[in-house]
């Protein structure tokens, strides 16, 4: 017989509770589960599109780090005293008159074009003329960035060259 002192429930009493309620006590719907699976899928997605690195930002990268490369060139030349040229090899560039392994002579992606062949010349004059590399990519046929200098300031990339 049910009483109605504290602490007694109907488990204690004999009868059973409510199907509906234990359900719900034991855990979560199979709905509810899968609506938690699909907003944690749109989430990796979203964040996997975000961090995806495109052939644009590929292309600036390259043309950042080349006009790095050639301050640092310049700037090794006329330290050493010795003439440095930069000049295009089968994959990659070559640094000549450079400390061996001081300088880099691989492009960081392979969809990476230099319009020409231009050699540079980048000291040890503290004064060199204007030089300058245009840059495309293969992955973007029509976008192009020029690395260049006046022979007084630094090398800086500029927007897209005139194809």
């Known amino acids: 017989m049910p009483t109605s002192a504290a602490g007694s429930s109907t488990l204690l009493c004999g009868s059973l509770p409510p199907k509906r309620a234990s359900r719900r006590a034991i855990g ?16 990796t997605a979203g964040v996997s599109f975000a ?22 060139a310049r700037a090794q030349s006329r330290s050493t005293g010795q003439p440095m040229r930069w000049r295009l090899t089968d994959g990659g560039f070559r640094f000549e008159g450079a400390v061996p392994g001081s300088l ?22 503290p004064l060199i003329g204007p030089q300058e590399v245009v840059l495309a990519s293969t992955a973007l046929p029509g976008r192009m960035l020029r690395v260049r200098t006046d022979g007084v300031r630094p090398f800086q990339v500029t927007g897209e060259a005139a194809p």
């Open 104 to 125: 880099p002579e691989r492009w960081l992606s392979d969809d990476v074009q230099v319009a020409g062949n231009p050699v540079l010349v980048l000291g040890p004059e």
């Open 51 to 72: 961090l995806r690195d495109s052939a644009g930002n590929q292309l600036e990268r390259e043309a950042a780090r080349l006009a790095s490369l050639f301050d640092a």
């Open 28 to 43: 979560f719907t199979l709905i509810e589960l899968l609506v938690v699976v699909a907003i944690i899928a749109i989430a």
